[in-house]
């Protein structure tokens, strides 16, 4: 019934992987400037699906490395606003 959406999302899944193996961090970029250039409406729709899960998989991976806390209250600090 909803196959469609699971071949997609296989789909969407080999190319973040292939992204991040290839290119690493610069791997959301990539797919973010695909999403840029695509030729259609559904062809954009589907590299920024592929650059949330890569989003995705980066934050996973940062979160797994265990960094300590000087580094992860850095982190914080540059990527939280201001309120």
Not at 13 to 18: G, I, K
Not at 58 to 63: F, G, N, V
Request: contains cysteine; glycine residues 6%; positive net charge.
């Amino acid at each position: 019934m909803l196959r469609w959406f699971w071949e997609r999302r296989a789909r969407i899944e080999v190319l973040a992987d292939a992204l991040i193996s290839g290119r690493g961090a610069d791997a959301y970029a990539e797919a973010r400037w695909r999403a840029h250039v695509a030729g259609s409406g559904a062809a954009a729709r589907e590299w920024r699906a592929v650059a949330t899960t890569i989003a995705r998989k980066l934050c996973d991976a940062r979160d797994d490395a265990g960094f300590d806390e000087e580094i992860a209250s850095k982190i914080d600090r540059l990527t939280t606003r201001p309120i």
